[in-house]
């Protein structure tokens, strides 16, 4: 069931400064772990070896997993309900493929 990966967003996107500055900065919250690494890393024995293996190993991890919940997001719902404002794409992710457990999705 790839059908709304070949479409994507076409015709569903404006791209003007203000939306892409909104998009940044929501993006940011996401990374406000690097402002706590200076206080952890007094408290981890090793730091000089454990934490550059924490970001080596974590940052892919990261990635890899964030890509793949897009994925199956594009993959289970189609374009307009992602792009609607009525409600969390996870939660309708939850609806759509858990069925009764669908619960999970918000206890999760």
Known sequence: KTDNLNVGF???TDANFGQYANAFFGGLWAYDGWNQLNLVAEEVKDPYKNLPRAIFFGI???IVLYLLVNISFLTALSTEE??????SVAIMFGNEMLGVMSFLMPVS
């Open 10 to 12: 076409s015709g569903k």
């Open 60 to 62: 892919p991890m990261v």
């Open 82 to 87: 992602i792009s609607s404002p009525t409600g």
